[in-house]
């Protein structure tokens, strides 16, 4: 039988999409996801969590990093779906839904320029500490215990699969970026409405489909 076709348990299933929501969102989230927030379709491989805050302080830190010239005061999430096609790993993209993002930002004044940015590929971990993590991570009460690492190097193959073919799209996202002089009564906000936001990458090519967005200021 292919590797790509292993009957993957669906406790497994439920794992792997519940990792890796967190292994690389829940460190920009407040709480750890739970399967009470994790909404499963295993039969179509998806699965989604509503109504997230955005943990603002980690953000900030990633901005820190990145040398942004501008810093989170707020930030909710109305849903997050990603989509794992089981069956056809390796003709169908994995995707990931973003909806109802709103982020309130500020300007923030930098007196060095560190612009040096370690990109997602130097935070990324290796498919195969993945899969262990994955495995060992122990489960809630109640999730039904997973079988016993069932096939580690298949599934770390399965994993490595998924994050090279991945499509994320952004829908209904507000960013609101506010600015109140100290030496004024009043300030000004600039609110950038982005409809549809996409970007597909996977092994041999990338492509990004630019947002439609309306901006608006507004008065303080």
Wanted: contains cysteine; aromatic residues 8%.
């Amino acid at each position: 039988m292919s590797r790509w076709l292993f009957p993957w348990s669906g406790s497994i299933k439920k794992r792997a999409c519940r990792y890796l929501l967190q292994h690389y969102l829940g460190h920009f989230l407040q709480e750890r996801l739970s399967l009470d927030q994790l909404s499963l379709d295993l039969y179509n491989g998806s699965g989604d969590i509503k109504d997230i805050n955005l943990d603002v302080w980690a953000v900030n830190e990633l901005l820190e990093s990145l040398g942004a010239p501008l810093e989170i005061v707020d930030g909710f999430v109305g849903s997050i779906q990603v989509t794992i096609p089981w069956q056809a790993l390796l003709t169908d993209h994995c995707t990931l839904e973003v909806s109802g993002l709103q982020i309130t930002c500020r300007p923030k004044y930098r007196t060095n320029g560190n612009w040096e940015s370690q990109g997602w590929s130097s935070s990324m971990t290796s498919s195969i500490q993945l899969a262990q993590e994955c495995l060992m991570d122990p489960p809630e009460a109640s999730e039904e215990p997973p079988a016993p690492l069932e096939g580690l190097e298949m599934f770390a193959q399965t994993i490595e699969t998924v994050l090279r073919r991945i499509k994320v799209t952004f829908i209904d996202t507000i960013v609101r970026v506010e600015h109140h002089p100290l030496d004024l009564k009043t300030g000004v906000a600039l609110e950038v409405h982005i409809q549809r936001a996409a970007q597909m990458s996977c092994v041999r090519q990338r492509s990004v489909t630019f947002p439609s967005c309306f901006q608006q200021h507004n008065r303080l």
